[in-house]
């Protein structure tokens, strides 16, 4: 069975991750729907250099889907929740060689957001 992608929506109903994708130039999109495609097809099989844990125990459990296309380098944030599905948090453009700490918050918050509201339900 394939994985199943879910797309974090934030309360307000904007969707950060599908807001940054349909932000990028057309190829380099086209290759970040690629990605995520593959990760739907293998899961936590997928490894680098598609796929790099967030390193750090306040980050357990988020990962970084790594797009690369030319002169573009992107990051989406994602973690797996329950079986068998992963859910998109927010991507950004890679400027530095290290992830910028707003960015690791960010995406920490928005899973601890998802976490919240749905296991509430």
């Given amino acids: 069975m394939e994985w199943e992608v879910e797309y974090y929506k934030k309360e307000n109903g904007n969707i950060?991750?599908?807001d940054y994708l349909l932000s990028l130039?057309?190829?380099l999109r086209?290759?970040?729907f690629n990605e995520i495609e593959l990760?739907?097809?293998h899961g936590h099989k997928l490894r680098g250099p598609y796929v790099k844990p967030i390193k750090g125990a306040q980050y357990k459990g988020l990962f970084e889907l790594r797009v690369k296309f030319a002169s573009g380098i992107s990051r989406i944030f994602y973690f797996a929740y329950r079986q068998?599905?992963?859910?998109?948090?927010?991507?950004?453009?890679?400027?530095?060689e290290?992830?910028?700490q707003k960015?690791?918050?960010r995406?920490?918050?928005?899973?601890e957001d998802y976490e919240r509201r749905c296991n509430g339900e």
């Fill in 16 to 18: 950060p991750v599908l």
């Fill in 25 to 27: 130039e057309a190829k």
């Fill in 30 to 32: 086209a290759k970040a």
């Fill in 39 to 41: 990760l739907e097809k």
């Fill in 84 to 96: 068998k599905t992963f859910v998109l948090l927010h991507g950004f453009t890679k400027k530095t």
């Fill in 98 to 100: 290290k992830t910028p």
């Fill in 103 to 105: 960015e690791l918050e």
């Fill in 107 to 111: 995406a920490l918050r928005y899973k």
